[in-house]
Every structure is written in C-alpha cells, then in structure tokens.
C-alpha cells in the first residue's frame, strides 16, 4: 500500500516530464521550467556589457553599460544597468524590481538633476537605448507571463534542440504576438528566439552564441545578436566580466541608494 | 579600518587619490574583451569581484552657449543676445566598500551679464555608506520631488536662476547627512550648517525684473544671517505601484521675499532696486508618485509657515505615455500638471504659479542620437497670462550634444511676474562636448 502510494507521487511529478501522452502545451511548459530551475540559484552576478547597434548601411554606434542582478527568494530579480556610454548618459542608472505575476516596477536615475523618477514600466515594447532590443527583450521572463507550446524537434547551431512557442498573457503591453524559441535538449540553452510583431509577422531573430559555464553549473551566453528584418537594423550585446556570487544584498538595489552608484 | 576611513576629511581624501588612482588603474586588466573570461573557472563566493575593487573616473561637460531674443530690452543697462561658456567636470572615486568621494565644480563665463560669469561647488563630498545606513559630509545636491513642471517640495538646495529660467539649476549646498533604509522605508536626517543665497541676472541680463536685484545685500530674519543652521527630517517609502515621501524643514526659506530698498529705507538715496529677504520658515511636504499601467500619477503639496501668513501649495497631474508609438519605435508622452498656490497672484511675486494648469508633450524617437524634444504650455486660469517652451536635444557622434530651447511669453498682464519679462521671449542654443 505504502510502496503504491510512494510510486504514485513518483509517477505524478516525473510524468509530465517523461510521460509520451504529454499535451504540446503540457510538454512546452515543463520543458520551460526545467530551463528555468537550470538558471536559477546564482545568487547574484555582476558583468559588464558592450552594445553594438549597426544601421542598414553598416554605420555602427557603441554603449557600454554595467549591469548587477540578484535573486530574491519569493520574487522576480532586482537588477542595474548602469551606463558608462555615450557620455551625456554616463552616470545613468536603471533599476528594476521585476515581478513573477504583477507588472515590474521601475525607476531611472538622472545625475543632471539628481533625480530618482519612477517609470512605467507596465508596457515593456519600447526601445532599450535606442536599440532593437525592447525592455521586453533583456528583462528576466517570468514563466508566469506566457503560455507554451512545444512544436517540435530540430536540429540549431549543430546541437538538438527543443522548439516551443511563447505567447504573452498580457497582450496589451506586449510588442509580439508570439516568440519561437530554440533550446538545446543538453542544456536547455536559448539559441535563437524569433519575435513575431502584432500583425504575426516575422520582425526579429534573436541568436545567443559563445556560451560559457560559471560555478560548474550556470550557462551563460556572451554573445547575443538581435536583427530586424523589417529594418535591416541590427544590434549586439556582448558580455564581459562575469562574476557570481559578489555580494550584493537588497539595499544595492533600493531606489534610495542610486545616487551614489558611479 | 572603517572607522578611520569615516574619520578622514574629504581634504585627506583629495590628497590621497593621486596615489588610489594609480595603484586601482594598476589592478585592473585592460580593456577587457569577451575572451578575458576562463570558461567554467568559478568565483569564489569571498572573493571580490573586479567591478567591486575601487574605481575613479573623470567626466563632465564642456559647453558653448548663445541665447537670442527676439525683442530689444525693455529696461535700462540690458543687452540684446548673449554668449557664454560653460565648464562642469566631476572627478570621483568608489572605495570597494562602497564609500564615494566626489568633487564638482561648475563655471561659466558670460559675454553679458557680470552676475551670470559665475562658479559654484555644485558637489563635494564624501560619502560612506554601510548596508543599512550611511552618512554623507560636503557640498552636494538633493533633488525630492515628483511632478514635471514645478518643483514644490524640493527645498535642499538653492536654485542657480541665472542659469536658466527654468530653476533646475541648483547650487551646491553645504551638509550633513545621515541616511537608513530598512524595510519599513527610508530615513533622512540633513544638518545644513550654511545658507545659499539665490542668483539672479544683474543689471545687463535679461529676463529681470525692471529693478535690478541687488544680491550683495541680501537681509535676514535671522540675526545669524547665512549661518543659522536648517534641519530636514525626510522619510520615504515605496508601496508596490506608489512611491510616497514626507519630510520637515526648519531653516531659512529658499526663496527670497524681494523688498524695494526705499521701502525698507526710506532715505535711500541709491538707484531704486529690490533687497532679496530671507525668512525664517517651517514647511511639511509631501510627494507621491502613483504608477498605473502605462500611467505616472503625481502629487506634490507643501505647507509653510513664515514671516508672512501660513499657506498651501499644491501641484499634482498625470502622465501618459505611448511606447513603441505607431507601431514603431518612438516614445510619446503626455503631461497635464496643475499648480495651486493659496496666496494667489501677487505683485510683489511671493508666488509665480497660483491657479495654472500645465500641458506637455515629449518626443523620444529612440534613434541613434537620442534625440529628445519637450514641449510645454502654461496657462493661468485666472488670468489671461501664459507661455510656451520646446527644449529639444541630439547627440552627434559619441561625445557631442546639442540643444535649441525656446521660450515664448506669450500673454503678460500687469501685476503677473511674466509681465516683467514680457519682451524676453528667447532662442538658446547650446553645443556640449560630454567626456
């Protein structure tokens, strides 16, 4: 009886994961999740980050930012980006409370003036910096905020991977209709997401590259291209200077305390 | 250790940071590329970073300004345009633990107005801050506050109004700061040991009053004149969506009373001018900022009691903003804010804006240049008075900027403070080479 009730529970958490019956959507989410629980438990990371933004003609403009994040226990990430360039935003910093159901909260530090201003943050379509990649695109994705739906098995980047759909439940304050998604089945990696517009037309590939490992266990891409093919425009992150565990704690991350971040 | 960096003078620390900055430059790998990192190569969990080591920069403006107006001066002694330049680096240094020094002066250089060739430490402080508190010694800025267009509470610091019309410019001000942040909220504590008088344009510049303010003798109520010490009791906190700030100041009112110096003297013989009068004041404030979709719901209300009757002041409106406009990547916002001031309008100009409702509209196109376009309208409810501004900016290159900022005072009856400066409508153009 005992031993019965001990398989159930087994079969109960394992089999959505392995079970063949599996619904598409029931397949997508789980496979989300475990990428998810894969990324998570880094504590906090610092790193630093050059944005490449090239226009149809090839003219190119460059950014660098730094940026801090740290876990929270029951909630979304709190994260920096601090600007280092162009130099009229030097000293800028961006701080976000993100949220696994509600909207984020966001604030903007203005050294010119001194001032902390709060920033709506529910609509995250707008441009990051003036580059291709809205808010939307960097900020952490609660699982919470799509649905799912694996479509299918395919080969990317010369690894196997996933492919599944996302849909935003907040259409409103989306900029897509929906993402596909490629993860490589060893990891559970993000190669390459496609952002389909309102209109459910392809308008941006996103492709991670030079993924590298910290702490024996957290994958971390350095290289991450984002194009418009509506545009022609084109923009790239590159990452450097990772590092994990440094530190941080609530109060690096509190509105009050951005005016002394240099 | 600690305790001896918290007992240095910031004199100590200017003197030591020739020497931090080389050894911090020495620490630190080279322009560090992608390829830097050892993949799989952990950090240990004590080891600190290299963003956490101590790091000085140096960085700032260099600017180069005209303004044109549009009208021949109106009183006696004014020029028509003016060009000037303008200079404000800041240097400073981050302790690994967190501590900061930094140093910013200011100066500008005018072809016109001896009162606007000024300079100012608009910062110079030293701030060591441990997780839960911190304290902060020296000239430095404080800005509180949530609305757009008139900044009611925000009363740290002295504004810099030869500077520029709007009052945004703020002179440094002389503090001492201990700051908590805990979870119910945060708390500030300022001792301000010394007072700022406010600037004005002298006799040459425009947009003045038709009497030339004499700032060189500025009185007091207090007998300590610009020593009589002013305490600021700040606590704020965030509530999810709202973010909520209430403080107390005790100290000599930011904005002077201007007082004909006949009518404080009635033997004056001197040319007749306005004698800027400094109260002494209590004020509580209040701000709110309420953030609601794509919505920003502001609030900002001041009570003071001085050497004139007690009064309320509010301003308070709201701000709508389209991301992605039309589908593409613009940003538009909309601004609407309305001022209350009970005194009302008053000729002596105790208050600017009593019964005025604001509109805004702001561009951002995030394009390359991060071009940026603000325009605003005010007008006075009760009076046919009102005016218009556009202040809109680029960037060329990494390192240029440019600005063109227009004021129209369209509409200006007597006894409103716009009438003095009714034929000061004006072009400013400025070039900023940022580092």
């Known amino acids: 009886m005992k031993r019965t009730l001990i398989a159930a529970t087994v079969a109960a958490i394992v089999g959505p994961v392995l079970c063949a019956g599996q619904t598409p959507e029931e397949k997508g989410l789980a496979i989300v999740r475990e990428a998810d629980r894969r990324f998570k438990g880094y504590g906090d990371a610092i790193s630093r980050l050059r944005m490449i933004l090239r226009n149809k003609q090839g003219q190119v403009s460059e950014r660098e930012l730094r940026i801090r994040v740290m876990e929270t226990p029951d909630d979304g990430d709190r994260s920096l980006s601090i600007f280092d360039s162009p130099a009229d935003v030097k000293g800028a910093v961006l701080l976000t409370h993100a949220h696994r159901s509600e909207p984020d909260d966001q604030w903007l530090y203005l050294p010119a003036l001194e001032r902390v201003k709060r920033i709506a943050a529910q609509n995250k379509s707008g441009s990051f910096m003036g580059s291709e990649f809205s808010y939307e695109d960097i900020a952490t994705q609660a699982i919470e905020k799509y649905s799912y739906q694996w479509l299918r098995d395919e080969t990317c980047q010369g690894q196997d991977c996933h492919v599944i759909e996302r849909r935003p439940l907040d259409k409103q304050n989306s900029g897509y209709t929906r993402q596909i998604i490629w993860l490589d089945k060893e990891h559970l990696r993000t190669l390459q997401i496609e952002y389909y517009d309102r209109k459910d037309s392809l308008l941006k590939t996103l492709t991670f590259q030079d993924y590298r490992l910290y702490l024996d266990r957290f994958w971390r891409p350095h290289d991450m291209n984002m194009v418009n093919h509506q545009t022609g425009k084109s923009s790239q992150l590159v990452w450097f200077d990772y590092a994990f565990r440094t530190g941080l704690t609530e109060n690096d991350f509190n509105q009050h305390n951005l005016t002394r971040i240099r | ?435």
């Open chain 2, 1 to 435: 250790m600690y305790g001896r960096t918290l007992a240095v003078l910031a004199v100590l620390a200017v003197a030591a940071c020739p020497w931090r900055i080389a050894s911090a430059e020495k620490a630190r790998p080279e322009a560090v590329g992608p390829q830097t990192n050892q993949p799989g190569e952990p950090n240990e969990p004590n080891e600190p970073a290299p963003a956490r080591k101590g790091r000085s920069g140096l960085t700032g403006y260099v600017a180069a300004e005209g303004r044109l107006f549009f009208h021949d001066p109106l009183y006696a002694g004014q020029e028509d345009n003016n060009g000037s330049l303008a200079a404000q680096p800041e240097y400073y240094y981050q302790w690994n633990n967190g501590a900061l020094f930094t140093f910013t002066p200011f100066a500008r250089v005018d072809s016109v107005d001896s009162e606007r060739t000024h300079w100012d430490i608009r910062e110079l402080y030293y701030h060591y801050a441990q997780d839960w508190w911190s304290v902060r010694f020296g000239m430095a800025r404080v800005f509180w506050g949530a609305t757009e267009f008139v900044h009611l509470v925000d009363v740290i610091n002295q504004t810099d109004l030869v500077e520029h019309i709007d009052g945004e410019d703020k002179l440094g001000q002389p503090m001492l700061q201990f700051s908590s942040s805990v979870d119910w909220g945060s708390l500030d504590i300022f001792i301000l040991p010394y007072f700022r008088e406010r600037t004005f344009p002298g006799r040459e510049g425009r947009l003045r009053p038709e009497l030339e303010i004499d700032t060189d003798h500025a009185i007091y109520e207090n007998r300590d004149k610009e020593r009589a010490k002013d305490l600021a009791i700040r606590y704020s906190r965030t509530f999810g969506d709202l973010d909520l700030g209430t403080y107390l100041f005790i100290g000599t009112n930011r904005d002077p009373l201007l007082v004909p110096a006949d009518y404080l003297d009635p033997n004056d013989t001197a040319d007749p001018r306005l004698i800027p009068f400094y109260e002494r004041v209590t004020q509580l404030g209040l701000d709110a900022t309420w953030a609601s979709g794509n919505w920003l719901w502001k609030l900002e209300t001041v009570y003071r009691k001085g050497y004139l009757d007690p009064y309320v002041a509010a301003t308070g409106g709201l701000e709508y903003t389209f991301y992605g406009f039309a589908g593409g990547k613009s940003d538009v916002g909309l601004v609407a804010e309305y001022v209350y001031d009970e005194r009302g309008d008053d000729p002596e100009m105790t208050s600017i804006f009593d019964d005025d409702l604001f509109l805004g509209l702001r561009l951002s196109p995030n394009d390359l240049a991060g071009t940026q376009v603000l325009m605003g309208f005010m007008q006075d409810l009760g009076d046919p008075e009102n005016a218009v501004s556009v202040e809109a900016s680029r960037r060329f290159g990494d390192h240029w900027r440019l600005s063109l900022d227009l004021w129209l005072f369209l509409d200006a009856p007597e006894n409103n403070v716009i009438y003095y400066i009714r034929d000061d409508d004006f072009v400013r153009l400025e070039l900023a080479y940022h580092f």
